[in-house]
């Protein structure tokens, strides 16, 4: 009998037309931001399915008082939906989708940003239903446990999130949340929030994106323990898109997931590939990322 190392990774199965590409979104987003990706992929011949994480699309609170006028003290003081949310529902979440997808073929689990931890949540679960892990400059916790203690480390440096803080809204202690508010006129703080998340677009495409995200995210997702482990997550395949001019998620801290990753899995390195984008700015170039993805299946 042959033996699989648990650092291995599984057989890559042959290109197949069924296979689903299942897109998990990052923090205060939703599967809107996934549609110019998807478009790409269907016109390459793929199957995608986005998801909505628990509390997110249209499943989102938008408080009255977060409209225009705004009433900041009264939001500020509003309870948040996604106070109770946690990382093992975001997980649950999907590995349900999964599971239903990989009834119909491969199942390529994509996740990007926050959503790295939701996806290496699903590959601790059900190895055996994932084909392949990509991470589009995702958390993908090795060594520390979760994204809030990564950014005490010096690679996390070269952010620019910090002069963001004075967007957020209430106390993220009493809420159970980070409040922010992205739909502030103000614009020091909006040509800051663009700097940090998308200085590669025009402001037109600026203004768009800010549009399709919710103010609040789930401390508890950003806090749990979301370290892959060896003997599961890690004997999945795996590819990171490392995103060179990431000023939320510094390439260096990219750098240091992979590292650690294949430091773990030595007999499964990281397949990577390289965009020269900022953190959201590989969404202006889907057929790009559709390519790399489409040379996956192959």
């Known amino acids: 009998m042959t033996s699989v190392s648990s650092t291995s990774p599984r057989p890559r199965p042959?290109?197949?037309a069924h296979a689903t590409f299942v897109l998990v979104h990052g923090v205060c987003t939703s599967s809107l931001m996934w549609a110019p990706l998807q478009r790409e992929l269907?016109?390459?011949g793929h199957r995608s399915l986005a998801v909505d994480l628990?509390?997110?699309?249209?499943?989102?609170?938008?408080?009255?008082a977060y409209q225009a006028p705004q009433d900041l003290?009264?939001?500020?003081?509003?309870?948040?939906?996604?106070?109770?949310?946690t990382l093992q529902d975001n997980v649950d979440m999907v590995v349900d989708v999964v599971r239903r997808v990989a009834e119909h073929g491969p199942v390529v689990l994509v996740g990007a940003s926050l959503g790295g931890t939701t996806i290496t949540g699903v590959g601790n679960?059900?190895?055996?239903?994932?084909?392949?892990?990509?991470?589009?400059?995702?958390?993908?916790?090795?060594?520390r446990a979760n994204p809030i203690a990564y950014m005490?480390?010096?690679?996390?440096?070269?952010?620019?999130l910090a002069p963001l803080a004075a967007l957020n809204v209430g106390d993220p202690a009493a809420l159970g949340v980070g409040r922010a508010n992205y739909r502030t006129a103000d614009p020091v703080m909006l040509a800051a929030l663009k700097e940090s998340m998308m200085a590669d677009g025009t402001d037109e495409q600026f203004r768009a994106f800010l549009n399709i995200l919710q103010p609040d995210e789930?401390?508890?997702v950003m806090m749990s323990d979301a370290r892959g482990h060896a003997d599961t997550w890690g004997t999945i395949a795996r590819t990171y898109i490392r995103l060179s001019d990431d000023r939320s998620l510094p390439v260096a801290m990219q750098d240091r997931l992979i590292a650690e990753a294949d430091a773990l899995t030595p007999g499964n390195p990281y397949d990577v590939h390289t965009l020269a984008t900022s953190h959201v700015g590989f969404l202006l170039r889907p057929a790009e990322v559709a390519g790399i993805l489409d040379r996956l299946t192959v």
């Not at 679960?125 to 958390?139: D, F, H, K, M, N």
């Not at 005490?152 to 620019?160: D, T």
């Open 14 to 16: 042959a290109r197949d």
């Open 42 to 44: 269907a016109l390459l």
């Open 54 to 64: 628990p509390g997110h699309g249209f499943d989102a609170q938008y408080s009255a």
């Open 73 to 85: 003290d009264a939001w500020a003081a509003e309870p948040s939906k996604l106070a109770g949310v």
């Open 125 to 143: 679960a059900v190895p055996e239903l994932v084909s392949r892990l990509v991470y589009i400059s995702g958390w993908s916790c090795v060594q």
């Open 152 to 160: 005490q480390e010096p690679e996390f440096g070269g952010n620019l």
């Open 218 to 220: 789930s401390l508890a």
